[in-house]
C-alpha cells in the first residue's frame, strides 16, 4: 500500500461543475496536508495546505481534511478549462511524500 | 519576489558521465529539498537540507548520487556515472524553515536526458 492514494483519473468535469479530487494517507500520525497543481511541462505549484479536521475555503478552491478517516479532498467549483492540470495531494513529513496525481480535464 | 531557480533547464548527456545540477532557493529560506519526477515513479524524495546539513538522505537511490550545500544558500546536486534510469526531471524545493508546518516552493527544474 502506497503511503498517500490518489486516484489517477483522468477525472473529466465540464466547465462550470464542481470538480472534486480526493486523496487518502497511511500514517495516522500525519499533521500536515498540501495540494499542489502542475501543469504539463512544468513544477507543481501549492493551491492549499491543511492542517486541521473540517474545510478550509480559498476562493474556488476548499480543501477538506477527516484524521479519523485519513482522507483529504479538494473541491474546485465552477470549474474552468484553465484547472486543466495534475493535482498532486502531499502529506509532510518535513520531506513531501507525495500521491500519484490526479489528472483533471475540464471541458468548455 | 524571486523564487526557486534551477540551472540547467535541460541537460542531455551521455551514460557513463557525471552531471551536476544547481539549486537557488528562495533568499532566507534555510530549508531545502531536492525531489526527482520520472514516468511511473512520480514526485520521489531524494535528499533535505537544513542549513548546511543534510539529515535526510533517505531518498537517494544510489551511491552514484551525492549533493552539497554551502553557505546556507545554494545547492548541487551530482550524479555519478550516469544511467539511463536517471533520465527525469529533477526539482529543487526551499521552504522557510523545516519541519511539517512549512511550505515548499518549487523551482522550475531540471529536464535530464540520459543517452
Known amino acids: 500500500q502506497k503511503e498517500v492514494e490518489q486516484n489517477s483519473g483522468p477525472l473529466s468535469v465540464p466547465e462550470g461543475a464542481i470538480a472534486s479530487l480526493n486523496c487518502t494517507y497511511s500514517d495516522r500520525g500525519s499533521q500536515s496536508f498540501f495540494w499542489y497543481r502542475q501543469y504539463s511541462g512544468k513544477s507543481p505549484e501549492l493551491i492549499m495546505s491543511?492542517?486541521?479536521?473540517g474545510d478550509k475555503e480559498d476562493g474556488r478552491f476548499t480543501a477538506q481534511l477527516n484524521k479519523a478517516s485519513q482522507y483529504v479532498s479538494l473541491l474546485i467549483r465552477d470549474s474552468q478549462p484553465s484547472d486543466s492540470a495534475t493535482y498532486l495531494c502531499a502529506v509532510s513529513r518535513g520531506k513531501l511524500i507525495f500521491g500519484q496525481g490526479t489528472e483533471l480535464s475540464v471541458k468548455p | 519576489g524571486a523564487g526557486v531557480s534551477q540551472s540547467p533547464s535541460n541537460k542531455v548527456t551521455e551514460k557513463g558521465k557525471d552531471v551536476e545540477l544547481r539549486c537557488d532557493p528562495i533568499s532566507g529560506h534555510t530549508a531545502l529539498y531536492w525531489y526527482r519526477q520520472s514516468l511511473g515513479q512520480g514526485l520521489e524524495f531524494l535528499i533535505y537540507f537544513q542549513g548546511n546539513s543534510a539529515p535526510d538522505k533517505s531518498g537517494l537511490p544510489s551511491d552514484r548520487f551525492s549533493a552539497e550545500r554551502t553557505g546556507g544558500s545554494v545547492s548541487t546536486l551530482t550524479i555519478q556515472r550516469t544511467q539511463q534510469e536517471d533520465s527525469a526531471v529533477y526539482l529543487c524545493?526551499?521552504?522557510?524553515?523545516?519541519?511539517?508546518?512549512?511550505?515548499?516552493?518549487f523551482g522550475p527544474g531540471t529536464r535530464l536526458t540520459v543517452l
Open positions: 491543511i492542517y486541521s479536521n
Open positions: 524545493a526551499s521552504s522557510l524553515n523545516s519541519g511539517t508546518l512549512h511550505t515548499q516552493y
